[in-house]
């Protein structure tokens, strides 16, 4: 059996060493950048002076996230084919953000994506909404983010059940990893602002893509870069033969007998492909990105090399994960997470042995522990500075200060704000540790795309949209995606045919009502519907502004006062 922990101290002292040169490097980039933050535009956007190259770079470092490099790849080694749905629908939800949203909002708004939807709405109630969806969202997002950076340093430094490593045992290791990620997103957010959370992710996205396509290359080699035996060795290792490589092993399994469960199946399916299609153009720490470049042509340029690396990446996670099932085998990843979310990491040191004997195994189970890391670290930097502006920027200035606040103070409340989420998001966290947090993603998508993505765009297209629709629009599918999931089978209710539990909370309690276990089918077409009705409702009505409005999304002009008007 492969086992990704470390059995000598040579190997954890390589991670170790490794992990420090990554930090000190951040924080390294974080000190550059807090020379180049003066004013709001510098703390919020980075000045706006990033190339499209640059900025699509760190949209990959911002999207390709941990739930993406190590749930992906673990997902398609345990489940084949169904585990690659995943790499689908995070890629063509890229097509929705550069058709529909990302020129319009570059030149719409001017810091968060609340500046759109509220530009011909009144201020308070509509970014009160905006910040509060997108604190919800973050958090969610952060959570799984940070109890992920928690497992993986336990699990790095090989610290068994009933074992220390400098003087901790594994539980005290995953609270001193969440504790570590809190205190350096907190450190790259306050310091470096945009400027060094863009810089950062740059660098996390060649480390990710340097680090996935080695691994893949040597994987491709033991196989003589013969993809279609590899495919057939991940299928024999998996238990289930040809059905491995063919759809109904984890989505829209078919129970013989039972109708109603067999529909349920299928319609959870769709409800994930919509969310993951739909959530992307909604996800504040990704549309912020388009605020960090000078102009609409950079903005379409970014996302076309944005797509075109996580492309890249999505389809190297097809050989990974094979790659995984193959080499490693099903027993050995489940044995060591039953998510399957190590089987990278144990890929790498497998690869590595085969080529190079057990130290090489050490450095490449290392490397590719600190590029998972680096991952988390570009994440939830991504993630707080999007909650940090909206806070400072939307519930502080606008709600608050009635947009009275200086470019100086604002920035000093969205340092504070960051301290706040790190914190919130690091006590979070410590009691979520235990906890399977695989959904928060999906369901952070599933808000997104519930609540944020219907009344961007009806701002950007609908002349009759108002303030009543926005906000109704906004905790219409805010409540709706999370009510949702509070009664469904990921929270109470499920087990396996073993009986046991699968869900939240204890198997004594079930409150399952809800039979999907991603609200989106629903909870979309209920936050659109929440938008048409409340705008219906009003007879508010401002066509002069929309036209504005129209002008802005078009060309630009004037998109440097969005937020103050």
Sequence with gaps: MITIAADNSDERIITLILFGLLIAGTLGITIWASRQTKTATDFHSGGRGFSGIQNGFAIGGDYMSAASF???????????????????????????????????????????????????????????????????VSIFYLLAQMVGAGALVALLLGIEEGETYLGMSADTAKIVGIVLVGLLMITYVSFGGMTGTTWVQIVKAVMLMGGALLVTLLVLAIYDFNIGSLMNDAADASGVGNAFLEPGQRYGVEVAGDTWQTLVNKLDLISLGLALVLGTAGLPHILIRFYTVPDS??????????????GTFYLLTLILGFGAAALVGKEAITAQNSAGNTAAPQLAEEVGAHFGGDFLGAVMLALIAAVAFATILSTVAGLTIASSSSLAHDFY????????????????????????????????????????????????????????????????????FNTAGAVAGIYGGLVGSVGLVLFSP?????????????????????ISWFP?????????PLGLLCAVVGTLMSKESDPDRFAKLQVRALTGAGAERASKH
């Excluded at 100086?408 to 906890?435: H, K, N, P, T, Y």
């Excluded at 990921?490 to 079930?510: F, I």
């Design 297 to 310: 042509k950079t903005a379409r340029k970014s996302v076309n090399w944005a797509i075109g690396l996580i």
């Design 397 to 464: 200035n606008a709600v608050l200060r009635g947009g009275k606040a200086s470019e100086q103070e604002e920035v000093r409340v969205a340092r504070f704000a960051a301290i706040g989420v790190g914190v919130v998001s690091i006590v979070l966290a410590v009691f979520a540790q235990d906890l399977n947090v695989a959904f928060l993603v999906a369901l952070a998508f599933a808000i997104a795309a519930s609540a944020n993505l219907p009344v961007i765009l009806f701002s950007l297209f609908w002349k009759r």
């Design 70 to 136: 190590l749930g992906i790849a673990g997902m398609i080694a345990l489940y084949g084919y169904d585990g690659f749905l995943y790499s689908i629908g995070f890629l063509v939800a890229w097509l929705v953000a550069l058709l529909l949203v990302a020129e319009l909002l570059r030149n719409s708004g001017r810091f968060t994506m609340t500046d759109v939807v509220s530009y011909r709405m009144r201020q308070r109630p509509v970014r009160t909404a905006g910040s509060i969806s997108t604190l919800t």
């Design 490 to 510: 990921v929270v109470s209710g499920k087990v396996d045919a073993e009986g046991n539990n699968l869900a939240l909370l204890p198997k004594s309690v079930d």
């Design 516 to 524: 999907l276990e991603n609200p989106g089918l629903v909870s979309i």
